[in-house]
């Protein structure tokens, strides 16, 4: 759950570094231009972001799940 949270807020504070830079921020050479494509490859590469969320909905079904087994056992 925590990677999912920090990878979104990562690419927030990626794009709003861009803004702050202005016309440097789109040069790849400059620091703020690699941190956001590092930002967006983390959130985009091959479905991650997605996975996290699916890894993190499937526990606590499960967990929800055996919650509620052991409060109907007698």
């Known amino acids: 759950m925590a990677k999912l949270v920090v990878l979104g807020q990562c690419r927030e504070a990626a794009v709003l570094c861009r803004e702050v830079v202005g016309g440097n921020g789109i040069v790849v050479e400059h620091v703020v231009m ?33 919650r509620d087994e052991q409060a109907t056992d007698p």
Do not use: K, P
């Open 34 to 66: 690699r941190h956001f494509m590092d930002a967006e490859a983390q959130y985009s590469f091959e479905g991650t972001r997605e996975i996290n969320a699916l890894i993190v909905g499937r526990r606590s079904r499960v967990s929800r799940r055996s």
